[in-house]
């Protein structure tokens, strides 16, 4: 169906076919071709102004949906949600680190935090809107297929709304901290002997019968909350937007998101140019680096391995949308090496910043566009950590104690006698390296 002149404030739209469907309908896809769904959102009466005006003034509320740096934008987000299901999430901060500089080669970068959110991870952004869209609806549980993150907060968000939830995750490839989060919030979790894209496969179809509300990315709702990381940023920099933003790409939600927040804030006035997205991947898990190399002529599908669980995806869900973003903001897409994650994440770590190995990704990133001379030192770079240091406290361990030879970032722990004498003997061979 297609609306009259009568649109309402917010709808769905086919990104396939185009076909139009209400606000509340629940279905994961197209009714008609199965396509993924899109929020469009009439064009705010509130003009750039009025609107910056609005954010502001809600920052800093103590309680309620304006003390969330995802509903204090709630005018391009979800403008009809009144109840919302809120942690209060986002407000995540903007950090700069001359060892970072040093190491990307880029004069200033910042990267943005979403490490800081409630669970841990910018998942918490998409899934405030998705559970508040999941109670607008009356749904009687909510599902997603998860390298992790989506999991722990889907738990968490869930048992904030007394709604239950199932998650599905690949056994054996899912991080300790977030498998821990989502049986601690309570969720229903199901190991399944497949990798993710087993696991997605199973839960749309099981959705689809069973009637359990899909909150996975390809949830248009999600997306909805996710492109507050870009807002955020673009609001901490005073709507001065900056050259690059470069995010870590697996099942390509956030590619999404990202490219429709840009898009739509200068449609709508907010900023008047737009940075370009460098979406990075995992080089053992690249099947858009690869369309991308190809021009996008085709979509590919490959068996994912990498360090970086979270990103460990062969067939990503939101593949269309992110295409989309990258043309419209004339974006790169790229992979790197294990080696080269690990060595950015060994670098923001010891930076005292700290971010799980996917988030790495970014960081590596920016230091191979850098060397390209695709990013130039002087350009204004935000680089999104995706997830926090303790998310995977194993990849943490076996660099740092189990990796051989020791990489240069190693730091063993040496254990010692209970005396003052080794004490002294350890601080005389080596004094610790700060790097600040
Ligand atoms: N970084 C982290 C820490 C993630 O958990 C994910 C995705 C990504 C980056 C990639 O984002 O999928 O939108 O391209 N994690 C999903 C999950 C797949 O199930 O937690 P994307």
């Not at 076909?19 to 396509?35: I, K, L, Q, S, Y």
């Not at 109840?83 to 190491?103: F, I, K, M, Q, Y």
Request: aromatic fraction near 6%; hydrophobic fraction near 40%; include cysteine.
């Amino acid at each position: 169906m297609r609306f009259g002149i009568e649109r309402p404030e917010t709808w769905q739209v086919c990104t396939a076919c185009r076909n139009e469907m209400v606000e509340t309908d629940p279905h994961a896809r197209c009714v008609r071709c199965g396509g993924l769904l899109e929020i469009e959102h009439r064009v705010p009466t509130a003009g750039r102004e009025e609107l910056l005006r609005r954010f502001t003034e809600r920052r800093g509320a103590p309680v309620g949906g304006s003390a969330s740096g995802v509903w204090r934008y709630r005018d391009i987000v979800l403008p009809s949600a009144t109840e919302v299901v809120s942690h209060p999430e986002g407000n995540t901060p903007l950090l700069r680190r001359s060892a970072l500089d040093r190491w990307t080669g880029v004069d200033g970068l910042l990267l943005k935090h979403e490490g800081h959110n409630p669970t841990g991870s910018f998942k918490d952004r998409g899934m405030t809107v998705g559970v508040t869209q999941a109670r607008r609806i009356g749904a009687k549980a909510v599902a997603c297929a998860s390298t992790g993150n989506t999991a722990a907060s889907l738990a968490a968000y869930a048992s904030l709304a007394g709604i239950p939830a199932l998650v599905l995750v690949p056994a054996g490839n899912v991080a300790l901290g977030k498998l821990a989060q989502s049986l601690a919030y309570g969720a229903r979790t199901l190991l399944v002997r497949g990798d993710f894209d087993d696991c997605l496969r199973l839960v749309e179809e099981a959705s689809t019968t069973l009637g359990v509300y899909l909150l996975n990315s390809i949830n248009p709702f999600r997306i909805e909350g996710q492109k507050t990381i870009v807002l955020e940023t673009l609001e901490q920099l005073g709507w001065d937007p900056p050259d690059w933003i470069v995010l870590p790409a697996g099942n390509l939600g956030n590619t999404a998101a990202f490219g429709k927040a840009l898009v739509e804030a200068k449609a709508w006035g907010l900023i008047d140019r737009l940075p370009r997205l460098a979406a990075v991947q995992a080089a053992g898990a690249a099947p858009f680096a690869r369309s991308f190399a190809e021009g996008f002529a085709r979509r590919h599908r490959v068996k994912a391995e990498t360090v970086a669980t979270a990103i460990r995806i062969g067939d990503p869900a939101s593949y269309d949308r992110a295409v989309k973003s990258i043309r419209e903001t004339d974006g790169v897409v790229l992979a790197v090496t294990d080696e080269e994650i690990l060595a950015a994440k060994a670098a923001v770590d010891a930076s005292g910043v700290g971010c799980e190995p996917a988030s790495a990704a970014s960081v590596a990133g920016v230091k191979r566009l850098v060397a390209a001379g695709t990013i130039r030192p002087a350009d204004r770079v935000v680089a999104v950590l995706t997830g926090h240091i303790l998310k995977d406290p194993g990849a943490l361990l076996y660099y740092h104690r189990e990796l051989e030879p020791p990489p240069p970032g190693a730091n063993r722990p040496i254990e010692i006698e209970p005396t003052l004498a080794e004490v002294s003997r350890v601080l005389e061979r080596a004094a610790p390296s700060g790097s600040g």
